[in-house]
């Protein structure tokens, strides 16, 4: 079964930096896509950030400019640098891995990680 680990979440001031790290493991072959999601308290799970095998990504609006998402294909890991943070940033976030094909070439569902709390402070 594959799993997702997170690391890097914590709290911050207003302004300051956090990086967010994901890695996948178990029997996998490969990745189509990984990316973030975050959830605020009494909203939505909101999209931050996607990035392919190919290294194309996307950004909700509400964070381009202040958010990089990257990725190791080597390593499984896809990482998201966050800049700038404002405390409307304040969320669980998410990693997520989708078209995870396994060692023996199977497609499985995607995969969502336990979530890292991000607080930011103003």
């Known amino acids: 079964q594959v799993q997702l680990v997170e690391s890097g979440g914590g709290l911050v001031q207003a302004g300051g930096s956090l990086r967010l790290s994901c890695a996948a493991s178990g029997s996998i072959f490969s990745i189509n896509a990984m990316g973030w999601y975050r959830q605020a308290p009494g909203k939505e799970r909101e999209l931050v950030a996607t990035i392919n095998s190919a290294g194309s990504t996307n950004y909700a609006d509400s964070v381009k400019g202040r958010f990089t998402i990257s990725r190791d294909n080597a390593k499984n890991t896809v990482y998201l640098q966050m800049n700038s943070l404002k405390p409307e940033d304040t969320a669980v976030y998410y990693c997520?891995?989708?078209?995870?094909?396994?060692?023996?070439?199977?497609?499985?569902?995607?995969?969502w990680g336990q979530g890292t709390q991000v607080t930011v402070s103003s």
């Open positions: 997520t891995a989708e078209g995870v094909v396994t060692i023996t070439r199977t497609l499985e569902n995607g995969y």
